[in-house]
Each structure stands twice: as C-alpha cells, then as structure tokens.
C-alpha cells in the first residue's frame, strides 16, 4: 500500500511563505506523477499543482501560478511545493497525491495552512 506522509504546514502571515514535503514510501517513486491538491473549508477539494516522475513537466492551477513551485527528488522519495506569496484564500488542508498512468490516486493525510491578514 502507497504510503505519503505530508509536513511542513503551520499559520503564517500573508505575503509569506511555506515549503510543504510530502515523503513517500511503498511505491517505485519515479514511475508516479505526484500533486498537491487543497480542501479549504467548506469547499471541495482542488487542484494546485503536479509533477511527471521525471520531474521535467509541471503544471499549476491559475489561482497559484507564479507563486507555487512543485519540485521532488526522486532519489529521496519526496516532493515538495514552495509556497511564497502567499494569501488568506490560500488557506487549506493541504494533500499530496501519487497517480500512476491513468490509475486512481493515493493520498496522505493532509498538512494544514493558514494564512492570516
């Protein structure tokens, strides 16, 4: 069974700015396109950002676009998401996925953020 486990979440004031992790395990890492996806409250859960297994193709919801960088080191197992800039709708649990080919999506437990005005 996949295993991911997100970190690095807390409460920060607006305009800065937060790394999350996501360490997974379980899973020969480099074949997953792996994503952060977001559930604020009382809201569905959204996309906002994911990454090929070979780290060379990335895409972002508009909403974070230029303020949200996801990255991973295969060699480590990990992804991350490089928050900055960051605003009080930005607010959310934050969940990393791990998707292979067309397949459904593992997810971990969620980080939560919030971002104060």
């Known amino acids: 069974q996949v295993r991911l486990v997100e970190s690095g979440g807390g409460l920060v004031q607006a305009g800065g700015s937060l790394r999350l992790s996501c360490a997974a395990s379980r899973l020969f890492f480099s074949n997953y396109r792996m994503g952060w996806y977001r559930q604020a409250p009382g809201k569905e859960r959204e996309f906002a950002a994911d990454?090929?297994?070979?780290?060379?193709?990335?895409r972002y919801a508009d909403s974070v676009k230029g303020r949200f960088t996801i990255s991973r080191d295969n060699a480590k197992n990990m992804v991350y998401l490089q928050m900055d800039s960051l605003k009080p709708e930005d607010t959310a649990i934050y969940y990393c996925?791990?998707?292979?080919?067309?397949?459904?999506?593992?997810w971990g437990q969620g980080t939560r953020v919030t971002v104060s005005s």
């Open positions: 996925s791990a998707r292979y080919g067309s397949g459904g999506d593992y």
């Open positions: 990454i090929n297994g070979r780290g060379t193709g990335t």
